[in-house]
């Protein structure tokens, strides 16, 4: 007992002489103080919080060699060895911001996200289905978007005097070859790709990343969405069709798929169209996504889609329109892509896809077949490095291949003709993005391409940085060049052709607060061997074209002022001019508006349990070819301006059940997109000429969505 | 050698007792901190220290738990989204660490839930689907763990509600889940583990009185 008694005193004085009084100041960078963070030593209870002041003090029973441990939140850990002894310890600690994706710098120039996570987005997801007059089109709504040029009879995304090709779709990273649905002459078309399979957009209008090639403007890239939550089935019931669509998920893995059936004729029965169809078009559609987890952060997706679609009509001559042609069309696609991401170690992982694209597209014109096949293939690997939490390297292989054949019957010849081509293109690009701070990133990269058909290699710059002086508001910078191989039309004849070049150099600025947004956006971009033709000859394919763009480029959104209302605004000033195609000097392309502006606007009525949505656009005229003019005056007529207000009702009668309706230009306004001329001259001794309408003046849809799930307050609004 | 060992078996267990009781004792005095906190620093003062325990005691989940829920109650009295979603990243963290050593632990799949309700907030227009299915998922999953856990029971009720409204329907499903979580409030059995969670009781009287 008494052996006890001595130990116990013992160890109460071993206790006694072993405490370490710790005192000091917690800063940041700038010497301000920071109360609340926690100061610790590490594995023990010893510790305390930094109070008003930035100061503290506590003591430590702990003893020898120790490590302090500072945190606080948006600021790095901060640790220390320290030799506790018993006698007094003080320090200053001074904490280093953590680099913060949600808060910090971030490059704007060029680019809109769309996304459900960051608040910073442009564009919500959401958007995508709500903004009236995009008819849930990706397309669709981004022309909503500064830096677009409304082309109303293609659909496509025209961006910055760049024609609808030189914009190119990724999903996941992966190319896709003719992202765009068939559509008959001068009627819009709808991408192929519904915005419900994607969790966020990346829409960028140049100085893209140096991952993304073969695109002269513009990258979209959408990325599809990650293993599903819960299983659900979705039926709709359109006024032009019906859907169904179904999820099931397990612990691991998820499978979603959906089939689309849309036939028009019903519809085109009941509004007079511009458009003498014989057989309106009637699609089957559908896309799948597979996803599973493997391993421990393994990650495999798989995207894949079909469509199948045709359709026919007459074609009216224009000094006769009782000759007419009859033009048949069946399009076949095919989609799929696989990719896998695997982390290897905190600081590296590698990412692989294949994507194959296949299209077939067959025609027929009063009998007479024209057959086009293109085969993709698009193969890549990819490795992320974070050299630290301020630097990060990228670096990818890639390999595209492309064949493609066209063949026609010539009846003059009375034999099949073919053209072909097969294009192997090889890539190599890598690119750092370093952050010096909150304040300032800086993105550099580079990327290498070697075309296998024509031989030609290039190597093209890509920089990108913003600087954020203050708490909101910041500055990006981005420059670059692009290269993108000439269209199958021409390729397929001039093999030889390099591919056309373009150059970016864009100067942003942008405030984000909670819930508004301001950008203001300038550039100016350099075409460089364009297609032209030689004297104007079409069969004569050379690469001395040439033209710019530069422009000014406005946005304003706010969904904060109002309650329940969020609305934007966009207007883009473009000037362009290019010397290319059968063009005989600089002209104004028929695709470009000097002037685009639209006006978003969403209410949502909680009374009525409704969601009501407005689209204005405006454009102002385009350019269009007269041949009853001197060739000196090219291009210099201009169609009277576009304008198109659309809106859009969902009702929701109960949580799983939304009944949608939706019109484009309620006012009616008579839209002419050009002017096409006859290939003869009339008695009078000249071209006829007929306007270009939209197929319809509007286009309505009704639609019955209903979601069956276990959880009863899921519905497809998201998906509209 | 008896007393070598009887001497050496005292130590052990005075230590192990030492800890436990020094465990039980900073915890209590500090989840009284964290359920008495009004303010954001007092939240953060309380938050630290169970950092802090958590940092010693590495098979305890509770320190997790209550650092994870005032890291959620900063969320909820901060007004700057960013910062909102930054303590929401916290929590999370604290959900998974907390999960990782209980895992079959209804209460921490509750706080999960309760993370993605606070998520909807910063900017339910575009979050609101996601993160409210989330949500009601995850509670739903807390309530299969265990039927008898008021709080998954009473966060449930809240965004049974919150549906209701949206969809001005009567909030009977949510009185429903609300009334149950209140029998068990009202009859709870004193808690074998005397730092089982204890709140909630309020929050769910918020929703009863919608039901009347």
Redesign the interface.
Same mark, same amino acid.
């Given at each position: 007992m008494k *052996? *006890?008694t001595l130990?116990l005193l013992l160890l109460v004085n071993l206790i006694a002489i072993s405490q370490t009084k710790i005192s000091g100041i917690v800063k940041d960078e700038r010497g301000e103080p920071i109360?609340? /963070? @926690?100061i *610790?030593m590490? $594995?023990?209870? $010893?510790?305390?919080?930094s109070g /008003?002041n930035g100061t503290f003090t506590f003591v430590t029973e702990e003893t020898g060699v120790q490590t302090l441990?500072v945190?606080f !939140?948006?600021y790095k850990p901060y640790s220390q060895s320290l030799e506790l002894s018993g006698k007094e310890i003080e320090i200053k600690i001074s904490l280093k911001e953590e680099i913060?994706q949600? $808060?910090g710098v971030v490059i704007s120039a060029g680019s809109f996200t769309a996304g459900?996570e960051n608040?910073r987005t442009i564009l919500? /997801?959401?958007d995508i289905a709500t903004t009236a007059g995009a008819t849930a089109d990706i397309a669709g709504a981004l022309n909503t978007l500064p830096g677009t040029q409304k082309v109303g009879e293609t659909g496509r995304l025209f961006v910055r005097g760049g024609d609808g090709s030189e914009t190119r779709t990724f999903i996941d990273g992966m190319s896709v070859l003719d992202a765009y649905g068939p559509s008959a002459p001068n009627t819009p078309s709808r991408g192929r790709f519904l915005p419900f399979m994607f969790m966020g957009t990346s829409f960028s209008t140049g100085g893209y990343s140096a991952e993304y090639g073969q695109a002269l403007s513009s990258a979209l890239v959408l990325n599809s969405k990650d293993i599903a939550?819960?299983n659900q089935t979705d039926i709709g019931i359109l006024s032009v069709g019906a859907d169904v669509a179904h999820t099931q998920v397990w612990d691991r893995a998820s499978v979603s798929g959906k089939v689309q059936y849309t036939n028009i004729r019903p519809y085109f029965g009941l509004i007079n169209q511009e458009i003498d169809w014989k057989t309106p078009p009637i699609s089957l559609e559908g896309s799948g996504a597979y996803r599973q987890k493997i391993g421990k952060d393994g990650f495999f997706k798989f995207f894949g889609n079909f469509n199948q679609s045709s359709f026919s009509l007459f074609n009216h001559d224009i000094l006769d329109p009782t000759i007419k042609k009859q033009l048949d069309q069946t399009n076949t696609y095919r989609y799929g892509n696989g990719t896998y991401q695997q982390s290897l170690t905190a600081k590296w992982s590698v990412q692989g896809g294949l994507s194959y694209s296949y299209i077939k597209n067959d025609s027929k014109i009063d009998g007479s077949p024209i057959n086009e096949i293109e085969k993709g293939i698009h193969a890549k690997v990819v490795v992320e490095h974070s050299v630290s939490d301020q630097l990060e390297v990228r670096a990818g292989t890639e390999l595209y291949s492309r064949d493609y054949e066209a063949t026609r019957y010539n009846s003059f010849s009375d034999n099949v003709e073919s053209f072909s081509f097969s294009e192997p293109i090889s890539a190599t690009f890598i690119e750092g993005e370093y952050y010096a701070s909150n304040h300032f990133v800086v993105k550099a990269g580079g990327r290498l391409e070697t075309n296998g058909l024509n031989d030609y290699t290039s190597v093209d710059p890509r920089l990108s940085l913003a600087y954020k002086p203050g708490k909101q508001g910041q500055f990006s910078f981005a420059y670059g060049t692009f290269r993108q191989s000439a269209q199958n039309q021409y390729l397929r004849l001039a093999n030889q052709i390099n591919p056309e070049k373009a150059e970016h150099v864009i100067l942003n600025y942008q405030i984000v607060t909670?819930?508004k947004t301001f950008r203001v956006e300038t550039y100016y971009k350099r075409y460089d061997q364009l297609i032209k033709f030689q004297n104007i000859n079409p069969s004569f394919i050379t690469n001395t074209g040439s033209g710019y763009a530069r422009g000014v480029e406005l946005f304003w959104r706010d969904?904060e002022t109002i309650k329940n209302v $969020?609305y934007w605004i966009s207007y883009s000033y473009l000037d362009t001019e290019r010397d290319y195609l059968n063009f005989p000097t600089a002209a104004i392309p028929s695709f470009a508006s000097a002037h685009n502006f639209s006006f978003v606007y969403k209410h949502?009525i909680?009374?009525l349990?409704a969601q009501l949505g407005f689209t204005y656009s405006y454009a102002s005229g385009r350019t269009y070819y007269n041949p009853n003019k001197p060739s000196d005056e090219f291009n210099s007529d201009k169609t009277p301006s576009y304008q198109d207000l659309s809106a859009n009702v969902a009702y *929701?009668p109960?949580?799983n059940l939304i009944i949608y309706l939706s019109c484009t230009n309620l006012l009616g306004h008579d839209n002419i997109f050009g002017y096409r001329y006859s290939t003869t001259q009339n008695n009078q001794g000249e071209y006829v000429s007929k306007a270009t309408h939209q197929a319809a003046p509007r286009f309505l849809f009704l639609g019955v969505f209903i979601t069956i799930s276990k @959880?009863k307050? !899921?519905n497809q609004?998201?998906n509209l | 050698m008896k007393t070598i060992n009887i001497f050496l078996l005292m130590i052990i267990s005075i230590t192990s007792w030492g800890n436990d009781e020094k465990y039980f004792a900073q915890m209590s005095k500090q989840v009284h901190a964290v359920y008495t906190a009004k303010t954001i620093d007092e939240y953060q003062v309380a938050v630290n220290a169970f950092d802090r325990i958590a940092s010693a005691e590495k098979s305890r989940w509770e320190p997790y738990y209550y650092s994870v829920f005032g890291n959620i109650m900063m969320a909820i009295n901060e007004k700057d989204v960013t910062k909102k979603d930054s303590y929401l990243d916290l929590a999370l963290a604290g959900v998974e660490k907390g999960k990782a050593l209980a895992p079959d632990e209804s209460e921490l799949v509750a706080l999960e839930g309760f993370v993605y309700m606070i998520r909807v907030t910063v900017d339910p227009a575009t979050r609101g689907q996601k993160y409210s299915g989330l949500a009601m998922q995850t509670f739903g999953k807390a309530v299969s763990m265990n039927k008898y856990n008021p709080r998954a029971l009473a966060l449930l009720a809240q965004m049974q509600l919150g549906t209701a409204r949206f969809f001005n329907q009567s909030p009977t499903e949510a009185c429903e889940t609300a009334r149950k979580a209140a029998t068990i409030f009202e009859s709870a059995v004193e808690p074998q583990n005397p730092l089982a969670p204890r709140w909630g009781k309020e929050m769910n009287l918020e929703v009863m009185q919608q039901c009347k």
């Open positions: *052996l *006890l130990c109360p609340g /963070a @926690n *610790l590490k $594995d023990s209870y $010893d510790g305390t919080s /008003a441990i945190t !939140v948006g913060n949600l $808060d459900d608040r919500k /997801a959401i939550e819960m909670n819930r969904s $969020d949502f909680t009374s349990k *929701l109960k949580n @959880n307050s !899921v609004l998201p | -």
